[in-house]
Protein backbone atom coordinates (compact mmCIF):
# COMPACT_ATOMS: atom_id res chain seq x y z
CA UNK A 1 0.00 0.00 0.00
CA UNK A 2 2.98 2.08 0.37
CA UNK A 3 3.97 2.42 -2.97
CA UNK A 4 1.14 2.47 -4.42
CA UNK A 5 0.09 5.46 -2.19
CA UNK A 6 2.70 7.96 -3.11
CA UNK A 7 2.25 6.36 -6.68
CA UNK A 8 -1.63 8.19 -6.43
CA UNK A 9 -0.67 10.96 -4.54
CA UNK A 10 1.92 11.91 -7.15
CA UNK A 11 -0.53 11.36 -10.01
CA UNK A 12 -3.13 14.01 -8.86
CA UNK A 13 -0.43 16.97 -8.46
CA UNK A 14 -1.22 18.14 -11.55
CA UNK A 15 -5.10 18.34 -11.41
CA UNK A 16 -5.73 18.80 -7.55
CA UNK A 17 -5.19 22.02 -5.74
CA UNK A 18 -2.20 22.63 -3.83
CA UNK A 19 -4.16 22.64 -0.32
CA UNK A 20 -6.33 19.36 -1.20
CA UNK A 21 -3.12 17.66 -2.15
CA UNK A 22 -1.44 18.71 1.73
CA UNK A 23 -5.08 17.40 3.28
CA UNK A 24 -4.68 13.76 1.10
CA UNK A 25 -0.59 13.66 2.16
CA UNK A 26 -2.05 14.52 6.48
CA UNK A 27 -4.44 11.61 5.96
CA UNK A 28 -2.19 8.94 4.25
CA UNK A 29 0.90 10.08 7.06
CA UNK A 30 -1.40 10.23 9.91
CA UNK A 31 -4.07 7.41 9.18
CA UNK A 32 -3.70 5.16 6.08
CA UNK A 33 0.01 4.49 6.31
CA UNK A 34 0.63 3.53 9.81
CA UNK A 35 -1.99 1.05 9.24
CA UNK A 36 -1.95 -0.36 5.93
CA UNK A 37 1.19 0.71 4.72
CA UNK A 38 2.94 -2.87 4.56
CA UNK A 39 0.38 -4.53 3.68
CA UNK A 40 -0.47 -5.51 -0.40
CA UNK A 41 -3.72 -4.37 -1.51
CA UNK A 42 -5.02 -6.99 -3.02
CA UNK A 43 -5.17 -8.79 0.87
CA UNK A 44 -7.35 -5.84 2.08
CA UNK A 45 -11.73 -6.19 1.99
CA UNK A 46 -14.18 -3.64 2.60
CA UNK A 47 -15.68 -5.74 5.76
CA UNK A 48 -12.10 -5.09 6.97
CA UNK A 49 -11.68 -1.39 6.38
CA UNK A 50 -15.35 -0.59 7.87
CA UNK A 51 -14.28 -2.07 10.86
CA UNK A 52 -11.12 0.30 10.92
CA UNK A 53 -12.99 2.97 9.69
CA UNK A 54 -15.88 3.12 12.58
CA UNK A 55 -12.51 2.14 15.15
CA UNK A 56 -11.15 5.44 14.18
CA UNK A 57 -14.13 7.37 15.49
CA UNK A 58 -13.73 5.75 18.69
CA UNK A 59 -10.67 6.33 21.75
CA UNK A 60 -8.32 3.52 20.94
CA UNK A 61 -4.52 2.78 22.50
CA UNK A 62 -2.15 5.19 22.01
CA UNK A 63 -4.49 7.73 20.01
CA UNK A 64 -7.55 9.44 19.88
CA UNK A 65 -10.58 8.98 18.46
CA UNK A 66 -11.64 11.04 15.03
CA UNK A 67 -14.85 12.92 14.28
CA UNK A 68 -17.21 11.23 11.70
CA UNK A 69 -16.67 13.23 9.19
CA UNK A 70 -12.66 13.10 9.45
CA UNK A 71 -13.27 9.36 9.43
CA UNK A 72 -15.35 9.61 6.14
CA UNK A 73 -12.78 11.91 4.46
CA UNK A 74 -10.09 8.99 5.27
CA UNK A 75 -12.35 6.30 3.69
CA UNK A 76 -12.91 8.75 0.77
CA UNK A 77 -9.11 8.81 0.18
CA UNK A 78 -8.58 5.39 0.20
CA UNK A 79 -11.80 4.79 -2.09
CA UNK A 80 -9.69 7.08 -4.44
CA UNK A 81 -6.63 5.14 -4.00
CA UNK A 82 -8.37 1.79 -4.57
CA UNK A 83 -10.05 3.16 -7.84
CA UNK A 84 -6.40 4.05 -9.23
CA UNK A 85 -5.27 0.41 -8.46
CA UNK A 86 -8.10 -0.87 -9.83
CA UNK A 87 -7.72 0.97 -13.18
CA UNK A 88 -3.94 1.33 -13.32
CA UNK A 89 -2.53 -1.68 -11.79
CA UNK A 90 -4.47 -4.54 -12.13
CA UNK A 91 -5.27 -4.97 -8.82
CA UNK A 92 -8.62 -6.45 -7.30
CA UNK A 93 -9.01 -3.49 -4.60
CA UNK A 94 -12.23 -3.14 -2.31
CA UNK A 95 -14.44 -0.89 -3.79
CA UNK A 96 -15.74 0.64 -0.41
CA UNK A 97 -19.46 1.79 -1.54
CA UNK A 98 -20.96 1.41 1.24
CA UNK A 99 -18.65 3.25 4.09
CA UNK A 100 -20.32 6.11 5.38
CA UNK A 101 -20.10 7.25 9.01
CA UNK A 102 -23.26 8.85 10.16
CA UNK A 103 -22.88 12.86 11.11
CA UNK A 104 -24.55 14.61 13.78
CA UNK A 105 -25.36 17.98 12.63
CA UNK A 106 -24.02 20.58 15.02
CA UNK A 107 -26.22 23.63 16.10
CA UNK A 108 -24.87 26.46 14.38
CA UNK A 109 -25.12 29.20 17.59
CA UNK A 110 -25.67 32.97 16.32
CA UNK A 111 -25.35 36.18 17.80
CA UNK A 112 -28.86 38.09 19.32
CA UNK A 113 -29.86 41.35 18.06
CA UNK A 114 -28.55 42.91 21.33
CA UNK A 115 -24.96 40.52 21.06
CA UNK A 116 -24.64 41.99 17.55
CA UNK A 117 -25.35 45.94 18.51
CA UNK A 118 -23.14 45.82 21.52
CA UNK A 119 -19.95 44.04 18.81
CA UNK A 120 -20.65 46.84 16.18
CA UNK A 121 -20.59 49.70 19.20
CA UNK A 122 -17.30 47.94 20.42
CA UNK A 123 -15.39 48.00 16.51
CA UNK A 124 -16.72 51.06 15.47
CA UNK A 125 -15.83 52.98 18.57
CA UNK A 126 -12.03 51.12 18.68
CA UNK A 127 -12.21 51.21 14.48
CA UNK A 128 -8.72 49.88 12.87
CA UNK A 129 -8.43 47.49 10.09
CA UNK A 130 -8.94 44.25 11.79
CA UNK A 131 -11.95 45.90 13.35
CA UNK A 132 -13.15 46.92 10.21
CA UNK A 133 -12.79 43.22 8.87
CA UNK A 134 -15.08 41.90 11.62
CA UNK A 135 -17.45 44.76 10.50
CA UNK A 136 -17.49 43.41 7.09
CA UNK A 137 -17.94 39.77 8.50
CA UNK A 138 -21.09 41.14 10.30
CA UNK A 139 -22.76 43.69 6.78
CA UNK A 140 -21.53 41.20 3.88
CA UNK A 141 -20.85 37.36 4.87
CA UNK A 142 -17.40 37.31 3.34
CA UNK A 143 -15.82 34.12 4.61
CA UNK A 144 -12.27 34.46 6.33
CA UNK A 145 -10.01 33.03 4.08
CA UNK A 146 -11.58 35.49 1.56
CA UNK A 147 -11.35 38.38 3.73
CA UNK A 148 -7.77 38.15 4.26
CA UNK A 149 -6.85 37.54 0.73
CA UNK A 150 -9.33 40.82 0.05
CA UNK A 151 -7.54 43.99 -1.48
CA UNK A 152 -8.81 47.53 -1.33
CA UNK A 153 -9.07 47.24 -4.83
CA UNK A 154 -11.73 44.74 -4.52
CA UNK A 155 -13.69 47.56 -3.03
CA UNK A 156 -15.62 48.96 -5.79
CA UNK A 157 -16.99 52.08 -4.05
CA UNK A 158 -18.42 53.63 -6.79
CA UNK A 159 -20.84 50.79 -7.52
CA UNK A 160 -21.35 49.60 -3.26
CA UNK A 161 -19.46 46.51 -4.60
CA UNK A 162 -17.09 43.99 -2.97
CA UNK A 163 -15.18 41.73 -5.42
CA UNK A 164 -14.62 38.06 -4.02
CA UNK A 165 -12.51 35.80 -6.14
CA UNK A 166 -9.83 34.29 -4.15
CA UNK A 167 -9.18 32.95 -0.48
CA UNK A 168 -6.09 31.98 1.45
CA UNK A 169 -5.40 29.80 3.85
CA UNK A 170 -1.85 28.29 5.46
CA UNK A 171 -0.90 24.54 4.91
CA UNK A 172 1.68 22.24 5.89
CA UNK A 173 5.34 21.77 3.99
CA UNK A 174 7.84 19.51 4.35
CA UNK A 175 10.69 22.12 5.25
CA UNK A 176 11.99 21.82 8.61
CA UNK A 177 12.81 25.47 8.50
CA UNK A 178 9.27 26.68 7.35
CA UNK A 179 6.44 24.20 8.70
CA UNK A 180 3.70 25.84 6.89
CA UNK A 181 3.13 28.74 4.29
CA UNK A 182 0.41 30.46 3.14
CA UNK A 183 -0.98 30.16 -0.47
CA UNK A 184 -4.13 32.37 -2.40
CA UNK A 185 -5.99 30.38 -4.50
CA UNK A 186 -9.29 30.28 -6.37
CA UNK A 187 -12.59 29.33 -4.24
CA UNK A 188 -13.70 25.94 -4.22
CA UNK A 189 -16.71 26.61 -6.22
CA UNK A 190 -17.53 29.22 -9.42
CA UNK A 191 -20.53 30.16 -6.91
CA UNK A 192 -17.91 31.37 -4.41
CA UNK A 193 -17.03 34.39 -6.99
CA UNK A 194 -19.14 36.58 -6.47
CA UNK A 195 -19.92 40.78 -6.26
CA UNK A 196 -21.58 41.53 -2.55
CA UNK A 197 -22.91 44.79 -2.07
CA UNK A 198 -21.80 46.68 0.50
CA UNK A 199 -24.39 48.68 2.88
CA UNK A 200 -24.03 52.39 2.88
CA UNK A 201 -22.96 52.50 6.65
CA UNK A 202 -19.88 49.81 6.25
CA UNK A 203 -18.70 51.87 2.97
CA UNK A 204 -18.63 54.98 4.30
CA UNK A 205 -16.08 53.27 6.81
CA UNK A 206 -14.03 51.56 4.57
CA UNK A 207 -14.08 54.85 2.67
CA UNK A 208 -12.42 56.47 5.91
CA UNK A 209 -10.01 53.83 6.38
CA UNK A 210 -8.81 53.63 2.74
CA UNK A 211 -5.85 52.13 2.00
CA UNK A 212 -3.61 51.65 -1.60
CA UNK A 213 -5.55 49.07 -3.75
CA UNK A 214 -2.64 46.59 -3.47
CA UNK A 215 -2.74 46.44 -0.04
CA UNK A 216 -4.57 43.80 2.00
CA UNK A 217 -7.58 44.93 3.31
CA UNK A 218 -6.63 43.60 6.84
CA UNK A 219 -3.22 45.04 7.30
CA UNK A 220 -2.89 47.88 4.27
CA UNK A 221 0.23 46.49 3.42
CA UNK A 222 1.43 45.74 -0.01
CA UNK A 223 2.85 41.89 -0.51
CA UNK A 224 1.87 41.20 3.30
CA UNK A 225 -1.29 39.76 4.21
Given at each position: ?S?L????????????K?T??????SI????I??????????D?T??E??L????????G?G??????????????V?????R?A???CN???P??????M?Q??N??E?L?H??????K????????LSN????S???TG?RL????EL??GC???????????????????D??LH??KI????PKS?C??R????P???????????R??????L?G??GRA
Amino acid sequence: MSGLSVRWLESQKGTLKETTIVKYSSILKNHILPEYGNRYVNDLTDDEIRLWIEGLTLPGQGRESISPKSANAVASVLRLIFRYARAYCNASAPELLDIQMKQEKNRIEILSHSEQDALKKYLMDNLNLSNLGILSTLYTGIRLGELCELRWGCIHAGDCLLDVHATMSRINTDDPLHKTKIVITPPKSACSIRMIPIPADLLSLMASMRRPDDGFFLTGEIGRA
